[in-house]
């Protein structure tokens, strides 16, 4: 018994030190300057998926997830099903479910939302500090924090950008112009 005890314990904070929980930020500033502070602090490698860049971001901004929403904010369609004995799973995949607006496509707006920590924004109320989840016609979609807006639907966003070619993958700012994006989804941590 002690010895599973002590291995839970482990396993739990090995999940917290990986989750970046362990390493917060200086809690001084609004939400969204805590959460521009923490994206840009940012310790992960290039190449980590731009979606564990946003939770680890978040949950070192103060932000806390269930194990739910975080397979949501990660858009872990399996797990999702999973946990809540859904099915998701079209035989179309993702596409079929970003196309017809399925709720789980929004990611890190539906987990920031249900949870109570963040209010879904449209494109046009960006500012810095807001989370994105957008999509392209193929599905191939990104999410990222925004540091500035600098035009109407133009943001720099900080994220995980990675790319089929590894030599291009990195972490950090990149200029986005959201208009015409297939589906832009957008969250204001609280």
């Not at 805590?34 to 901004?61: H, I, N, Q, W, Y």
């Not at 858009?75 to 993702?94: D, Q, W």
């Not at 496509?105 to 987990?111: D, E, M, Y």
Request: aromatic share 6%; hydrophobic share 40%.
């Amino acid at each position: 018994m002690k010895t599973q005890l002590f291995g839970a314990a482990i396993t739990a904070l090995a999940i917290l030190a990986v989750s970046g929980a362990v390493a917060d930020v200086e809690r001084k500033g609004t939400p969204a300057q805590m959460v521009v502070r923490a994206a840009k602090e940012s310790k992960l490698k290039p190449g980590t998926p731009c979606t564990v860049f946003v939770e680890d971001t978040l949950r070192r901004a103060g932000y806390k997830f269930s194990e739910w929403d975080q397979a949501v904010l990660q858009i872990n369609l399996r797990k999702i099903e999973k946990l809540g004995e859904l099915k998701l799973l079209e035989p179309n995949g993702l596409k079929y479910l970003v196309d017809h607006n399925n709720p789980y496509t929004k990611g890190v707006v539906l987990a920031m939302t249900q949870s109570g920590q963040g209010r879904e924004v449209r494109a046009d109320e960006l500012k810095p500090g807001d989370v994105v989840q957008f999509w392209n016609q193929s599905a191939s979609g990104h999410t990222a924090i925004v540091v500035e807006v600098t035009s109407p639907g133009v943001v720099m966003m900080y994220g995980s950008h990675s790319y089929s070619n590894p030599e291009k993958a990195n972490v950090g700012p990149k200029e986005f112009d959201l208009n015409g994006k297939h589906k832009v989804y957008a969250v204001r941590p609280e």
